[in-house]
């Protein structure tokens, strides 16, 4: 199973709503990503947590709450947003232990801040 | 973080080889080239990757120049379903991130457009 799974595909948000974004793999990948991608722009690195401790922190803004619950789980929690986040997000993952090998992404989940 | 440095956009025809450039003039002795690909509406994907030998696999292949400041993906006969941003990318790998367990950074400059044309 090389998948990561995102979910959901789409959520649609009002600014005073609290919502959760889950990603899950089963590769045994201990580092794991969010990155957040604005139309026609490449991906943005949010948070890298390795071994599930928050490894990176791309000054993100604090509406933006990551969590890593167990080492196949990755979720990233989000309050009080702003229209300007509106986004694709995706979450990755890739292996600590071997050689510089691939990282793995999910589809996102297209995120509309109302 | 080492940076690189794509053409904006790109065109091919169907079925005939389309080479794309890459620049890392600063790359260090420990920076892997990577190449990811984003078709529309989806995540992005692994296509290759290589430290100095070129490299081949079933989707492409990699060309890297002797001094490693540049390298080129080559598909050998594009597609239509081809059609993707294409990322060049260094991920570096210290001895010490194997052994701390600390992450390696997946950071995506701003990449290739590539239309193939019909």
């Known amino acids: 199973d090389t998948e990561v799974t995102q979910t959901p595909k789409h959520l649609v948000m009002g600014m005073t709503n609290k919502k959760s974004l889950k990603c899950e793999q089963h590769?045994?990948?201990?580092?794991m990503y969010w990155y957040k991608q604005k139309a026609k722009k490449p991906p943005e690195l949010m948070f890298v947590?390795?071994?599930?401790?928050?490894?990176i922190n791309e000054s993100v803004p604090s509406r933006f709450s990551p969590e890593c619950p167990n080492s196949s789980l990755l979720n990233l929690h989000l309050h009080a947003l702003q229209p300007e986040d509106s986004a694709l997000y995706l979450c990755?993952?890739?292996?600590?232990?071997?050689?510089?090998?691939?990282?793995?992404f999910g589809q996102g989940t297209r995120l509309t801040v109302v | 973080d080492a940076k690189t440095t794509q053409p904006n956009s790109m065109e091919s025809n169907e079925e005939e080889p389309v080479h794309l450039p890459c620049n890392h003039s600063?790359?260090?002795?420990?920076?892997?080239i990577h190449w990811y690909r984003q078709l529309p509406s989806q995540g992005p994907e692994y296509v290759i990757h290589?430290?100095?030998s070129n490299v081949n696999n079933r989707m492409a292949s990699l060309a890297i120049a002797e001094d490693r400041k540049s390298s080129t993906l080559i598909l050998h006969r594009a597609t239509l379903r081809d059609a993707a941003v294409y990322y060049c990318?260094?991920?570096?790998?210290?001895?010490?991130?194997?052994?701390?367990?600390?992450?390696?950074?997946?950071?995506f400059g701003s990449g290739t457009q590539l239309t193939v044309l019909p």
């Open positions: 590769m045994g990948h201990r580092a």
């Open positions: 990755a993952s890739s292996s600590q232990t071997e050689m510089n090998t691939e990282a793995f």
């Open positions: 290589g430290l100095t």
């Open positions: 600063t790359i260090s002795g420990t920076d892997y």
């Open positions: 947590y390795s071994y599930e401790k928050l490894s």
């Open positions: 990318i260094l991920r570096p790998l210290e001895p010490e991130h194997l052994s701390s367990g600390s992450a390696r950074q997946l950071t």
